[in-house]
Nanobody
Framework: QVQLVESGGGLVQPGGSLRLSCAAS????????MGWYRQAPGKQRELVATITSGGSTRYSDSEKGRFTISKDNAKNTVYLQMDSLKPEETAVYYC???????????????WGQGTQVTVSS
């Protein structure tokens, strides 16, 4: 089993910044992709950003230039630096990791419990 523990959410004013962290632990041989998704009340979960083991990144169009995803492979940790936050970005932010437990085993997707981000004055 793999556990993802997120931290860093909270209340921030519009235009402010937050940094989210997500640490993966457990039966991990390799992690191919880690990423952040969010879900606002009454809406579907949506992609925010992902990063591969090789460092390739992908962002939702609305976050480009304001959010930065990064990772520490040694710590199996992914970060999301969020700048110039907007009220409409209020949501629960979820960490996702695609993990292989053994060299020849299947890749499985795991989710964290979510961390609330509220952008409000």
């Amino acid at each position: 089993q793999v556990q993802l523990v997120e931290s860093g959410g909270g209340l921030v004013q519009p235009g402010g910044s937050l940094r989210l962290s997500c640490a993966a632990s457990g039966s991990i041989f390799s992690i191919s992709v880690m990423g952040w998704y969010r879900q606002a009340p009454g809406k579907q979960r949506e992609l925010v950003a992902t990063i591969t083991s090789g460092g390739s990144t992908r962002y939702s169009d609305s976050e480009k230039g304001r959010f930065t995803i990064s990772k520490d492979n040694a710590k199996n940790t992914v970060y999301l630096q969020m700048d110039s936050l907007k009220p409409e970005e209020t949501a629960v932010y979820y960490c996702n990791a695609r993990v292989r437990a053994t060299m020849n085993g299947p890749t499985q997707s795991y989710w964290g419990q979510g961390t609330q981000v509220t952008v409000s004055s």
